[in-house]
C-alpha cells in the first residue's frame, strides 16, 4: 500500500518524465524534503494548480524544477520577496517557498525577518545543511562554532543563528524544527505548515556529505544521518536537560502555533475601507 | 457609443502623481516600493489610489524586494510597477535582469537625481541613462522612456505599461527630479478614452503552452500563474517550455529572439518628436527636462535668424539610431545638452560622427539653462 501510494506520488507531482535524474549528489537530503513536500501536498488533497513553489539560488534552489506545481527559481536570497508579489496578487494560492540556509538568512536574512514580520501567507521549508553546498562547502549563516570549512580552514569564529528563535522572534505564525532523518515527523510539520493561515516556517535540519562532511571528516551519508538522528532530541527531552546536555543538540518539535491577522487579509480590509471613504 | 464628449481633466499636479495616475490608468494594480527622495510621492499617491481601484500597495524592505515582488505580482497577472532613484536603481540591476530573462512585464520608474552613490538627493541630474541600459549584467535588451513635462509623465507611463505587456520586457521610465517634483497645469485624458493593453492570452491546452516558444511575432503570451498552466521560470537560461537548458542550439537563438522582438518593433516604440529639420543647419537633440530648455533655446535662435532643427526624444532606450541618422545626414552640427558628463551623447556620436557633435553638458544638480544652449549654437552659427 505504501509503495503504491509513494509511485502514485511522485507520478502524480512531480515532472517525472521531463526532469530526471536530479542535480542533487547522490545521499543528499533535499530529495527526502521534496519528498516530504508532495506527501503534505497529496495529504492535504491540493489542486496542483493552486500550489506554487518558489526558490532562490543554491541546492535547493534548484527542487522547483522537478515539482508540477507552478513554479519559480528567482535570484539568490530574494525567492521570499518574489512570492510575496504573487501572495498579494493571488492570495488564495498555496505558495511554499523553499531556501537553503545561506539562501534564507544570509544574502536573504533580511527578506526573512520581514516576512515574518509582516505574517504573510507563505510556507517556508528552510533545508538546513549548515552549508554552501553547490558552491563548495564554504560557511554559512547556520555553520557550527568551531566547523572548518571551504572559507574557514582554521576553524568557524562565528556564532550560528538559531533559525527557530529568529523565527519566533521576528513573527513567524508557525514554527517548526524536524530533521532528514525524521521524514513522518517532517512530512506533518510542513503539512501543518500549509495549512497554516500566515508566515509559517520549517526548518529541515540536513547535511552536506560531499563539501562540509568531507572536510570535517564526519564520514559517509548514512554516517551522517546517524548523527542526526542521534544529535537530535524532541522538545519534552530538551526540558528535562541542563544547557550543557543541550549544547550540539537538535531539538525537534513546534516552536510557535499562533494566530495572527495574515496580511493580505488584513489588506483586504484596507481595500474595503479605501473604497468606502473614496465613495 | 453614448455620445459622451470625452472631458479632459484640468489639474495642476506634479510629475510623480502623474505618473501615479499614468499607472492607474494603464490598469497598474500592483505596486511595491521603498521610500527614496524624488521618487517616494508615487509610493505615497499610489497607496492611497491603489486600494481605491482595488489593487494593492506594499512598502517592501528595500529596493531588491521591490522589484522583485513586482515581478511576483506580474507573475500572478497584475500590471506591476515600482519607482525608486539612483540609489535603488543600482539594488534593482540584478532583479531587472531577472525579469529581462525570463520576460516578465514590468515597469521600473526611476527618478533621477544627481548621483553617484548617494550624491544629492533633491537635485535633478540625468544621469542614470546607461544604468537603465546596461546597468544589470548580461546582454538583453531594454526599453526606457523619458518624459519632459507633467503630461508627458502620465502619457509616459501608460506607454511603458503597454510596452512592458506588448513586448514582455521590464520598462524603465526615466523621469529627472524636475519633472518629478514640479507641479504645472495639466489636461489629462478622459479615462475613458484610454485602452490599455491587455496581456495576451493563450488557446492552447495547458499540456501544449509553452512560454518560451520562438513564436512567429517572437512575443509568446504569458499566462498568469494559477490558472491551470503550471510552467517552469528561472534565470537560467531556459529552453522553450521555460525549463533549464545549457544547449547551445537552445540560448543563443533565445538572445537573438528578444533582441529581434524590439528590434523589429521599432516604428511603434520609438517616440520623438522633431521640428524644423528639413531646413536647419543645426539640430538640437534633447530629453526630460533638458529638452525644455533646449527648445527655447531653439526658438530663441530662430528669433536670430538661425536656422535650427530639434529633435526630443521621448524613447531613450533602444536608441533611435536611424531617426537620429536621418536628421542629421545633411547636418553638419550636432548639439546634444544632458545633465551628465556625457551620456546618449555617446550614441549620437556613434551614429553621426565624433566631428559633427558639440556636447553641452553638466554634472552639478542645477538644469542646464537655454542660455548655455543658445551660446553654443550661436558660437557654432557664427563660424
Known amino acids: 500500500m505504501k509503495r503504491q501510494r509513494e509511485s502514485r506520488v511522485h507520478e502524480q507531482y512531480l515532472r517525472h518524465h521531463k526532469k530526471f535524474p536530479n542535480v542533487w549528489c547522490a545521499g543528499c537530503g533535499i530529495g527526502i524534503v521534496l519528498g516530504s513536500i508532495i506527501r503534505a501536498v497529496d495529504e492535504l488533497q491540493l489542486d496542483k494548480n493552486d500550489v506554487a513553489m518558489i526558490s532562490g539560488i543554491g541546492c535547493t534552489g534548484r527542487m522547483p524544477v522537478y515539482v508540477d506545481f507552478n513554479t519559480m527559481h528567482t535570484t539568490h536570497g530574494r525567492a521570499l520577496a518574489f512570492a510575496t508579489g504573487l501572495k498579494m496578487v493571488r492570495p488564495e494560492m498555496r505558495i511554499i517557498v523553499v531556501m537553503g540556509d545561506g539562501d534564507a538568512l544570509a544574502i536573504g536574512g533580511n527578506h526573512f525577518i520581514h516576512a515574518a514580520r509582516r505574517n504573510i501567507g507563505l510556507t517556508t521549508v528552510i533545508v538546513n545543511n549548515l552549508t554552501y553546498g553547490m558552491t563548495g562547502g564554504q560557511y554559512s549563516p547556520t555553520t557550527p562554532t568551531g566547523t572548518r570549512s571551504a572559507t574557514s580552514p582554521y576553524g568557524h569564529i562565528e556564532q550560528p543563528f538559531p533559525i527557530t528563535e529568529l523565527s519566533v522572534a521576528a513573527g513567524a505564525a508557525f514554527v517548526a524544527r524536524s530533521t532528514v532523518y525524521h521524514v513522518r515527523e517532517l512530512e506533518k510539520y510542513i503539512a501543518q505548515a500549509i495549512t497554516k493561515d500566515g508566515f509559517s516556517v520549517v526548518e529541515a535540519v540536513s547535511y552536506c556529505h560531499t563539501t562540509l562532511g568531507r572536510i570535517n571528516r564526519w564520514g559517509t551519508a548514512p554516517d551522517m544521518m546517524r548523527r542526526l538522528k542521534e544529535q537530535s532530541i524532541s522538545q519534552k527531552q530538551a526540558e528535562r536537560m541542563s544547557a550543557e546536555e543541550k549544547a550540539g543538540k537538535i531539538i525537534r518539535g513546534i516552536f510557535a502555533d499562533r494566530n495572527i491577522p495574515e496580511y493580505t487579509r488584513l489588506y483586504d480590509e484596507i481595500i474595503a475601507k479605501a473604497q468606502q471613504e473614496a465613495v | ?383
Open chain 2, 1 to 383: 457609443m453614448t455620445g459622451k464628449t470625452p472631458q479632459t481633466i484640468v489639474r495642476l499636479m506634479q510629475g510623480d502623481e502623474a505618473c501615479a495616475e499614468g499607472a492607474i490608468a494603464a490598469g497598474c494594480r500592483f505596486f511595491a516600493g521603498y521610500p527614496i527622495t524624488p521618487a517616494t510621492e508615487i509610493a505615497e499617491v499610489l497607496a492611497r489610489r491603489l486600494p481605491q481601484v482595488g489593487g494593492k500597495f506594499i512598502q517592501m524592505e528595500d529596493e531588491i524586494a521591490s522589484i522583485a515582488a513586482v515581478i511576483g505580482g506580474s507573475v500572478g497577472g497584475a500590471k506591476s510597477m515600482t519607482a525608486t532613484s539612483g540609489p535603488g536603481l543600482s539594488l534593482m540591476q540584478e532583479n531587472i535582469g531577472y525579469a529581462a530573462m525570463t520576460e516578465i512585464p514590468c515597469v521600473i520608474v526611476d527618478v533621477q537625481r544627481l548621483g553617484p552613490s548617494t550624491g544629492r538627493p533633491t537635485s535633478p541630474s540625468q544621469g542614470d541613462v546607461m544604468a537603465a541600459r546596461w546597468g544589470t549584467h548580461g546582454d538583453h535588451p531594454i526599453i526606457a522612456l523619458a518624459p519632459s513635462s507633467v503630461r508627458e509623465a502620465f502619457d509616459l507611463t501608460v506607454q511603458a505599461f503597454n510596452f512592458s505587456e506588448r513586448y514582455r520586457t521590464p520598462v524603465i521610465l526615466l523621469l529627472d527630479e524636475v519633472i518629478g517634483h514640479m507641479r504645472e497645469r495639466v489636461e489629462l485624458p478622459d479615462p475613458a478614452t484610454i485602452s490599455p493593453e491587455e496581456r495576451a492570452t493563450t488557446s492552447v491546452p495547458p499540456e501544449w503552452y509553452k512560454p518560451y516558444e520562438n513564436f512567429p511575432e517572437d512575443v509568446p503570451p504569458l499566462v498568469p500563474f494559477g490558472e491551470g498552466y503550471r510552467y517552469h521560470i528561472t534565470g537560467l537560461h531556459h529552453d522553450e517550455r521555460g525549463f533549464p537548458t545549457n544547449r547551445l542550439d537552445e540560448v543563443q537563438p533565445w538572445l537573438e529572439r528578444v533582441f529581434r522582438k524590439i528590434d523589429r518593433s521599432l516604428s511603434d516604440i520609438l517616440l520623438y518628436e522633431e521640428d524644423g529639420i528639413e531646413e536647419a543647419e543645426t539640430l538640437v537633440i534633447a530629453y526630460g527636462v533638458t529638452a525644455r530648455s533646449a527648445r527655447y533655446a531653439v526658438e530663441q535662435a530662430r528669433k536670430r535668424g538661425l536656422k535650427v532643427g530639434f529633435l526630443k526624444l521621448k524613447t531613450i532606450w533602444p536608441f533611435a539610431e536611424e531617426v537620429v541618422a536621418h536628421a542629421a545626414a545633411r547636418l553638419h552640427r550636432v548639439v546634444v545638452p544632458e545633465m551628465n558628463m556625457g551620456q546618449v551623447v555617446l550614441e549620437v556620436e556613434r551614429v553621426v560622427g565624433r566631428h559633427k557633435v558639440h556636447r553641452v553638458v553638466r554634472a552639478d544638480g542645477e538644469i542646464i539653462f537655454p542660455d548655455q544652449i543658445l551660446a553654443v549654437i550661436e558660437d557654432w552659427g557664427a563660424r
